[in-house]
C-alpha cells in the first residue's frame, strides 16, 4: 500500500475534508495490521483508519466495526465517527486529545471500576450488530486459514483441543445471551482524555472485531491483557455484576485461556498471510505459553464444573 496515495485518495472521498486548503497529515503509531492518520483541517482534527490488506481473511467485517464503533460514539465510549469512507471501509472519527493508560494505571481500583462502567455500558445499550463473535467458531476459522496456508501448529495441537472442547462443553451447558462485545480489549485501545484542570473519560478505540458474543469474554480478555491477579479480577468482576458469584467467576477463569488461544491463532494466521515485518511466530509462541499456564490450573476442573452446576441449580429451583 503506498501510505502517501491512500491517505490522499482517502481525503478526497471525506466532503468537509476535500474542500479544505490547510491539510496536515501526521502518521499515528500503535497499530499493526491497519494505519491510523491524524488530519488536521480549519483547525479540527480527526483520524483515518486504513484498514490492512488482507484483514478480511481474519474475519474482520468493516461495516459491523462501523455500526459498533457509531453506537459507542453516540453512548461516550469511543471517539465519534465523523464518516464512513465506502467502499474501502475506513473510519473517520473525532481525534482524542488524550494519553495512554499504562497497565499498571489501567489496573488500579478507581481506573478498574471505570473500565468495568464502560464495557457494561456498551454491552447493556450497544445495538445488536449484524456479525458475530463466537471464540470457539473464530479459533476454528484462523486453524482453517492457518492450515490452507501451512503455517506452522504447536506439537500439543491435538491437546490444546481437548483443553478447548473440555471449556467449550461446559460453558454450553448455560448458554450465553448473546451481547454486543468489543473483543479485543488490548491496552493500546484505552485512552484517558485530556481535560484541562479535570478528569477526562476513558475513551475505547478500534472496533474491527466487534460483534454479538458473551460478556465474559470481554471480562476475560481485559483481564489478561492486563495480568490482573486474583484480588483484581474479583474486584473487576464485582464492579460488573455488583457481587461475584462462583459461576461468574468460573466462566470468566474458563474464558481466559480461551481468549489466549484466540490471540495465539491470530498471530499463527498472520504467519501466513501478513506481508509485514512482524514477529507474528513469536507473538503466537507467547500466547500458545499463556494458554497452557491457565488449562493446567489446580482448579480446572472445579470451573468446569462450577459453570455446569450453576444451569444444573437453576434448574432444580
Not at 447493556?124 to 470457539?136: D, S
Not at 491437546?159 to 460453558?171: G, S, V, Y
Request: charged share 30%; net charge negative.
Amino acid at each position: 500500500m503506498n501510505l502517501t496515495l491512500a491517505i490522499d485518495k482517502a481525503i478526497a472521498k471525506v466532503p468537509f475534508l476535500a474542500e479544505s486548503k490547510n491539510i496536515k497529515k501526521i502518521p499515528l503509531s500503535g497499530g499493526i495490521t491497519n494505519l491510523n492518520f491524524k488530519i488536521e483541517a480549519d483547525g479540527k482534527a480527526y483520524v483515518i483508519r486504513l484498514a490492512g490488506e488482507g484483514t478480511d481473511m481474519l474475519g474482520i467485517k468493516r461495516d459491523v466495526e462501523h455500526e459498533a464503533n457509531k453506537a459507542a460514539g453516540e453512548l461516550g465510549i469511543a471517539p465519534e465517527i465523523m464518516y464512513f469512507i465506502e467502499p474501502e471501509g475506513y473510519i473517520v472519527t473525532r481525534f482524542i486529545n488524550g494519553k495512554p493508560i499504562p497497565p499498571d494505571v489501567i489496573k488500579q481500583p478507581d481506573y478498574l471500576a471505570r473500565v468495568a462502567k464502560k464495557i457494561r455500558l456498551f454491552h447493556r445499550r450497544g445495538p445488536k450488530l449484524e456479525g458475530e463473535f463466537n471464540v470457539f467458531r473464530r479459533v476454528e476459522m484462523l486453524t482453517d486459514v492457518s492450515k490452507r496456508n501451512n503455517c506452522k501448529f504447536p506439537n500439543d495441537w491435538d491437546w490444546i483441543m481437548q483443553k478447548l472442547r473440555e471449556a467449550k462443553t461446559a460453558l454450553e451447558k448455560d448458554p450465553y445471551i448473546p451481547t454486543p462485545c468489543h473483543d479485543d480489549l488490548l491496552n493500546l485501545n484505552w485512552l484517558e482524555e485530556d481535560v484541562p484542570g479535570d478528569i477526562g473519560e476513558i475513551r475505547l478505540l478500534d472496533w474491527e472485531y466487534a460483534g454479538m458474543g458473551d460478556i465474559f469474554f470481554d471480562l476475560a480478555n481485559f483481564s489478561h491483557h492486563h495480568r490482573l491477579n486474583e484480588e483484581q479480577v474479583r474486584f473487576f468482576l464485582n464492579e460488573y455484576f455488583g457481587d461475584v458469584t462462583p459461576k461468574h467467576y468460573a466462566r470468566l477463569r474458563l474464558m481466559w485461556p480461551m481468549s489466549e488461544l484466540h490471540e495465539a491463532m491470530w498471530g499463527t494466521t498472520q504467519t501466513g498471510i501478513s506481508k509485514l515485518e512482524e514477529d507474528f511466530q513469536g507473538y503466537a509462541d507467547l500466547w500458545f505459553g499463556r494458554f497452557r499456564q491457565h488449562v493446567t490450573d489446580f482448579r480446572w476442573e472445579q470451573w468446569l464444573e462450577d459453570v455446569a452446576s450453576a444451569r444444573k441449580r437453576k434448574e432444580e429451583k
